[in-house]
T-cell receptor
Framework: NAGVMQNPRHLVRRRGQEARLRCSPMKGHSHVYWYRQLPEEGLKFMVYLQKENIIDESGMPKERFSAEFPKEGPSILRIQQVVRGDSAAYFC?????????????FGSGTQLSVL | GQQLNQSPQSMFIQEGEDVSMNCTSSSIFNTWLWYKQDPGEGPVLLIALYKAGELTSNGRLTAQFGITRKDSFLNISASIPSDVGIYFCAGPPQGGSEKLVFGKGTKLTVNP
């Protein structure tokens, strides 16, 4: 009964490189949410996806950031040409349906460090 | 956008003490959620509140949904070392949304 799996747990990138963060939702969950957490801050919503569809990307920066959740495989959050300000913990959450709060399960996150 | 303000920012207590923290908003929330985050981990839901005035317990934790719908409180009784972590309040903005708004958290340290 695996939970939400995120990898890598830690990712170091130099400025200008690309970062790819992966999230495998819990079995049977078809809804994925990405949140970002800056140091000493709460989580901030980025994007909500269902299989093959982006439902709400209102929290995601318009440039350099993209997300997908293909029919097969994990959800990917992609950050192109990373900058130091992208350094943060990125959390993925999944739910079996449009979120009913107690059914939202978070992964352990990917800590992105940009040098 | 809607914001959640948590206080205190941090607390240092002795094992066995009771803890109280709160969360306020300038606008109404119809659901209040309390999460705990351990270092290096994602948040885990502790308590969900859906009704104004509701008081809900989960073991040594008790949370209340404020009557005005603009605040919520979390109490921890007889704290133990494993209560250490960051406690976040969160809720979906008005109108119903998949997007949760989170407070900045209350960092709890428990001295054995």
């Amino acid at each position: 009964n695996a939970g939400v799996m995120q990898n890598p747990r830690h990712l170091v990138r130099r400025r200008g490189q690309e970062a790819r963060l992966r999230c495998s939702p819990m079995k049977g969950h078809s809804h994925v949410y990405w949140y970002r957490q800056l140091p000493e801050e709460g989580l901030k919503f980025m994007v909500y996806l269902q299989k093959e569809n982006i439902i709400d990307e209102s929290g995601m920066p318009k440039e350099r950031f993209s997300a997908e959740f293909p029919k097969e495989g994990p959800s990917i959050l992609r950050i192109q040409q990373v900058v130091r300000g992208d350094s943060a913990a990125y959390f993925c959450a999944s739910s079996p349906e449009r979120v009913r709060d107690e059914k939202l399960f978070f992964g352990s996150g990917t800590q992105l460090s940009v040098l | 956008g809607q914001q959640l303000n948590q206080s205190p920012q941090s607390m240092f207590i002795q094992e066995g003490e009771d803890v109280s923290m709160n969360c306020t908003s300038s606008s109404i929330f119809n659901t209040w959620l309390w999460y705990k985050q351990d270092p290096g981990e994602g948040p885990v839901l502790l308590i969900a509140l859906y009704k104004a005035g509701e008081l809900t317990s989960n073991g040594r934790l008790t949370a209340q949904f404020g009557i005005t719908r603009k605040d919520s409180f979390l109490n921890i009784s007889a704290s133990i070392p494993s209560d250490v972590g960051i406690y976040f309040c969160a809720g979906p903005p008005q109108g119903g949304s998949e997007k949760l708004v989170f407070g900045k958290g209350t960092k709890l340290t428990v001295n054995p």
